[in-house]
């Protein structure tokens, strides 16, 4: 019983860790699409 606890809390932690990894790269990703256009024209519209 004590092994499938450690497990499910292995998951658990896991995913939670993969969530946060996800959440920092949109957030780069974001930062780096505003950064990368600095200082450059704006597109017409």
């Not at 292995?10 to 969530?19: Q, S």
């Amino acid at each position: 019983m004590k092994r499938k606890l450690l497990i499910a809390l292995g998951a658990v932690a896991g995913y939670l860790a993969w969530l946060k990894v996800q959440q920092d790269r949109e957030e780069r990703d974001l930062w780096a699409e505003v950064t990368d256009s600095f200082g450059e024209e704006p597109p017409a519209r």
